[in-house]
């Protein structure tokens, strides 16, 4: 089946600029997260959905950074005014979140680069 | 605070050779265990992954790892490296209750000597 998909594979924008990435997860699992992979920084958690729950935002840097999740399966995180210490790869991974079955796949990731 | 180190940020080893990438963990609670690879430009692949059970957990392209509590310990292993293993791994730790979000160390760098 379908794995995982991120758009745009990359993005080239200015500093200052608003940036959407999206994120379509395997079609029936119920959780969604986004990391972020930069260097000298690794992967860090960024902020993950579960269910009908209330998101997770404990990762999210500052309040640029918003994410959200349309109809439980779609998301879309926004970066607004943009800053070149934003410049990372984005990945997005999804769960089933059952009982024992908590393995998380990941896209393929967005590549932003903020000029 | 849950973390893990990955003291090796880049290993060398020829072709054929055995493999060992280390992993320490510190977290609260029971830990959910995971090594993910990394290919160039590519997402991150599941290698395998421990929760409970046998300590010695098989995985994907003749991976192994042994948990080892006293230790904090979840070091990955391979008998024979291949070319084609040359990659970046991550280990990362997880709560085994609910979706959790993963702590990764900071990754290891694998070359392979032809």
């Known amino acids: 089946g379908a794995g995982v998909s991120q758009s745009p594979s990359n993005k080239v924008t200015e500093k200052g600029k608003d940036v959407e990435l999206r994120c379509d997860p395997i079609?029936?699992?119920?959780?969604l997260y986004w990391y972020r992979q930069s260097l000298g920084q690794g992967l860090e958690f960024l902020i993950y959905?579960?269910?009908?729950?209330?998101?997770?935002k404990s990762g999210l840097p500052s309040d640029r950074f918003s994410a959200e999740r349309t109809g439980g399966s779609v998301s879309t995180l926004t970066i607004q005014r943009t800053q070149q210490e934003d410049s990372a790869v984005y990945l997005c991974a999804s769960s089933l979140a059952l009982a024992g079955e908590y393995e998380q796949f990941f896209g393929p990731g967005t590549r932003l680069t903020v000029l | 605070a849950q973390s893990v180190t990955q003291p090796d940020i880049h290993i060398t080893v020829s072709e054929g050779a055995s493999l060992e990438l280390r992993c320490n963990y510190s977290?609260?609670?029971?830990?959910?265990l995971f090594w993910y690879v990394q290919s160039p430009g590519q997402g991150l692949q599941l290698l395998l992954k421990?929760?409970?059970?046998?300590?010695l957990v098989q995985g994907i392209k003749g991976f192994e790892a042994e948990f080892k509590r006293s230790q904090s310990s979840f070091n990955l292993r391979k008998p024979s490296v291949h070319w084609s293993d040359a990659a970046e791994y991550f280990c990362?730790?997880?709560?085994?209750?609910?979706?959790?979000?993963?702590?990764f160390g900071q990754g290891t760098r694998l070359t392979i000597n032809p």
């Open positions: 977290y609260g609670a029971t830990p959910y």
């Open positions: 990362a730790v997880g709560r085994i209750q609910g979706a959790q979000k993963l702590v």
């Open positions: 079609s029936g699992h119920t959780a």
């Open positions: 959905f579960q269910g009908n729950s209330a998101p997770d």
């Open positions: 421990y929760f409970s059970g046998d300590t």
